[in-house]
């Protein structure tokens, strides 16, 4: 063998092994990929607190004056002042309660944390309706304690999962 050809031979193992190096790095990064997007939907499944709290928490603020899961339109104005009186504090504390649960899971999906599109499969129907009918509390709630972006991650998460009116152009 000449000084040549061991050069030759010694250039394309080198070759070989760049290209096979670069081939790992390629399958790691895919495995990666693939990780973290199972993670992100597993957390999706997993995230919003215990489903039998938060169940329960509906039940409560349903058997209040409020009748959050059988409500069909937005808190009047009469509704939130009664919400406001001392005489609602556990129902006021409860709503606050639920509020911030529903708050915490949409941050970690608009954060990407959790998957979104698990997310709306699964609270897709829930959460635009929750936002609906309690938009006036969170409305005065925003004003009274001069804080305009609490439950803004809601309000992010409940816009992106509302569709536009048909009658809306959309442009590509």
Known sequence: ??????????????????????????????????????NQMSFALQYLANWENISQMERDLNASFLKLLDRTGTLS???IEKLMS???????????????????????VNLGIADERVAERLYGHKFPRHYTELKPYIE???????????YSELEMLVKKWTPLPTNVPRYP
């Open 1 to 38: 063998m000449t000084t040549e050809d061991a050069r030759l031979l010694f250039e394309g193992l080198t070759a070989l092994g760049a290209l096979v190096a670069a081939t790992q790095v390629w399958f790691v990064r895919g495995q990666l990929k693939d990780t973290r997007r199972w």
């Open 77 to 79: 104005h009469d509704e």
């Open 86 to 108: 001392d005489e609602e504090r556990n129902t006021r504390d409860n709503l606050s309660r639920f509020l911030n649960a529903i708050e915490s899971y949409c941050a970690a």
């Open 140 to 150: 005065h709630e925003r004003t009274e304690l001069n804080a305009p972006g609490l």
